[in-house]
């Protein structure tokens, strides 16, 4: 009888510890999705930083090309 009590105790622990050893993959998975939404993110941002650098860049080039025209047509040579 009391092997019997032993055996049903240890299939009661094996299954709390499969139930736990579940739980912790299906928060590992969790955790890797998480961290790649993160990095996606990250390059979300990072593209869009270089995307206003770039348009800044661009208006910035467009006003010395305005001034260059302004003081040419006021008679001095802008190289």
Do not use: P, Y
Not at 48 to 70: C, F, G, V
């Amino acid at each position: 009888m009391m092997i019997n009590e032993n055996e049903k105790f240890i299939k009661s622990i094996d299954v709390k510890v499969h139930k736990a050893d579940k739980k912790r993959h299906e928060e590992e998975e969790e955790c890797r999705q998480l961290d790649e939404e993160v990095g996606m993110c990250s390059l979300v941002c990072r593209w869009k930083q270089i995307r206003e650098l770039e348009t800044k860049e661009k208006t910035l080039m467009d006003n010395i090309k305005i001034q260059e025209a302004e003081a040419n047509m006021d008679g001095f040579k802008v190289t």
